[in-house]
């Protein structure tokens, strides 16, 4: 089945500090791609989203780009804050072979931002 | 709009008792799901119902655990017997799933943290 591969934590960085966080997928046809987020204490959230290649996803200062060529789904952002300290997790959809739609999600990855 | 409710936010047990978790989705949501997080498995699609009718239950661990949907605005999780290694945070979501699939945007609860002792 599709699977998602995502840089393993945890990350820690100075507040304004540039932000990455890799994924790669495995996938047959053409999955959907997302970046969830978990603020400690809560479920997660829906961060952004790309449906088809070259696809560009953006929220609150958030990119990532679907790029085919490369299997990946990159998570950056230019200059991280404090409250943006939480888990993030890379995520796909699939459809296995007889089976119904599902989103595979990354091990996900812990991210502290200090003052 | 009040989001996914989940109860209870917190469940302490012993091995062999029973367990229920509970989920209000969001009103007219079509869609309802229900994950497992742990540290060594990461997060896990457990079922998932579409207008009440469960379409996939592959991820269900094994017959100790089952999931009902009475209606569209409350669902039951299951566990008899639990077991220790059932401790977890378990996660209702639901979305719209007007097309019955998975990628419409899941809104998350804020999950029910199980210890089975």
């Known amino acids: 089945g599709n699977s998602v591969t995502q840089m393993e934590g945890p990350v820690t960085l100075s507040e304004e500090a540039f932000l990455t966080i890799n994924c790669t997928y495995t996938?047959?046809?053409?999955?959907?791609l997302f970046w969830y987020v978990q603020y400690p204490g809560e479920g997660l959230q829906l961060l952004l989203k790309?449906?088809?290649?070259?696809d560009k996803g953006s929220n609150k200062g958030f990119e990532a780009t679907y790029r085919k060529e490369t299997t990946s789904f990159h998570l950056e952002k230019g200059s991280v804050q404090v409250s943006d300290s939480a888990v993030y997790f890379c995520?796909?959809?699939?459809?296995?072979?007889?089976?119904?739609?599902?989103?595979?999600f990354g091990k996900g990855t812990k991210l502290t931002v200090n003052p | 709009d009040a989001g996914v409710i989940q109860s209870p936010r917190h469940e302490v047990t012993e091995m062999g008792q029973e367990v229920t978790l509970r989920c209000k989705p969001i009103?007219?949501?079509?869609?309802l799901f229900w994950y497992r997080q742990t540290m060594m498995r990461g997060l896990e699609l457990l079922i998932y119902f579409n207008n009440n009718v469960p379409i996939d239950d592959s991820g269900m661990p094994e017959d100790r655990f089952s999931a009902k949907m009475p209606n569209a605005s409350f669902s039951t999780l299951k566990i008899q017997p639990s077991e220790p290694r059932d401790s977890a945070v378990y996660f209702c979501?639901?979305?719209?799933?007007?097309?019955?699939?998975?990628?419409?945007?899941?809104?998350f609860g804020p999950g029910t943290r199980l210890t089975v002792l």
């Open positions: 979501a639901s979305s719209l799933g007007a097309s019955g699939g998975v990628t419409d945007t899941q809104y």
């Open positions: 790309a449906t088809k290649a070259d």
């Open positions: 009103s007219g949501h079509n869609s």
């Open positions: 995520a796909l959809s699939d459809r296995p072979r007889g089976g119904s739609e599902k989103l595979v």
């Open positions: 996938a047959t046809g053409y999955p959907s």
